[in-house]
């Protein structure tokens, strides 16, 4: 590994070993400072990484955020990413999705785990979409060695979301994914 390369073991490493260098990396940055953008986001940014048929996007900094009103409590010691078809940019709902989802981690206080869902609100992307809930599972592409679980959100209907709630996240991912394997979240899916 060369001094300039980011360490395979961190979340930027793992993305970077599975897109490459130059894999078009976008992001909502970190402040100057290093300070986290907004007070009422939990994250220092959302990163964006293009792959051949996708935009691949990872929250940065959540893992170490410890939830509590005077923040003693331990580590949620995750990030969340989404997947979503290729485009020429990532699309803007990507990034509030994943800000949103950890604002919501933070608020429930204890971390998410695979098999978590999201209860429905307004469409994800702000229009007329039917994806309106989320399901969380391990993120399928990208794992980091010896650090933070990696947790992909996936974007389902109400339908699926109660479907969720009667036989389980992972079951109906699973068959979701049969469809699509990385089980990217297109709001035009619905």
Request: charged content about 20%; cysteine-free; proline content about 10%.
């Given at each position: 590994?060369?001094?300039?390369?980011?360490?395979?073991?961190?979340?930027?490493?793992?993305?970077?070993?599975?897109?490459?260098?130059?894999?078009?990396?976008?992001?909502?940055?970190?402040?100057?400072?290093?300070?986290?953008?907004?007070?009422?986001?939990?994250?220092?940014?959302?990163?964006?990484?293009?792959?051949?048929?996708?935009?691949?996007?990872?929250?940065?900094?959540?893992?170490?955020?410890?939830?509590?009103?005077?923040?003693?409590?331990?580590?949620?010691?995750?990030?969340?990413?989404?997947?979503?078809?290729?485009?020429?940019?990532?699309?803007?709902?990507?990034?509030?999705?994943?800000?949103?989802?950890?604002?919501?981690?933070?608020?429930v206080g204890r971390p998410f785990h695979a098999g978590a869902?999201?209860?429905?609100?307004?469409?994800?992307?702000?229009?007329?979409?039917?994806?309106?809930?989320?399901?969380?599972?391990?993120?399928?592409?990208?794992?980091?060695?010896?650090?933070?679980?990696?947790?992909?959100?996936?974007?389902?209907?109400?339908?699926?979301?109660?479907?969720?709630?009667?036989?389980?996240?992972?079951?109906?991912?699973?068959?979701?994914?049969?469809?699509?394997?990385?089980?990217?979240?297109?709001?035009?899916?619905?």
């Amino acid at each position: 590994m060369t001094a300039n390369a980011p360490d395979p073991s961190s979340v930027e490493g793992a993305f970077v070993a599975v897109y490459g260098p130059a894999a078009g990396r976008h992001g909502v940055p970190a402040a100057a400072d290093g300070k986290r953008p907004d007070t009422a986001d939990p994250v220092l940014g959302v990163d964006a990484y293009r792959g051949e048929d996708l935009w691949h996007l990872v929250t940065v900094g959540l893992a170490g955020v410890r939830p509590g009103e005077d923040g003693t409590g331990a580590p949620l010691g995750h990030e969340l990413t989404v997947l979503t078809p290729a485009a020429e940019r990532p699309p803007a709902w990507a990034f509030a999705l994943l800000l949103g989802t950890a604002r919501t981690s933070l608020a429930v206080g204890r971390p998410f785990h695979a098999g978590a869902r999201l209860a429905p609100g307004p469409p994800l992307d702000g229009g007329e979409s039917g994806i309106v809930a989320l399901g969380l599972r391990e993120d399928p592409v990208v794992h980091v060695d010896s650090g933070p679980l990696l947790l992909q959100a996936v974007g389902v209907t109400t339908g699926e979301y109660l479907l969720m709630q009667r036989v389980g996240t992972t079951t109906v991912l699973d068959r979701l994914a049969q469809r699509d394997p990385l089980l990217r979240t297109d709001p035009a899916r619905a």
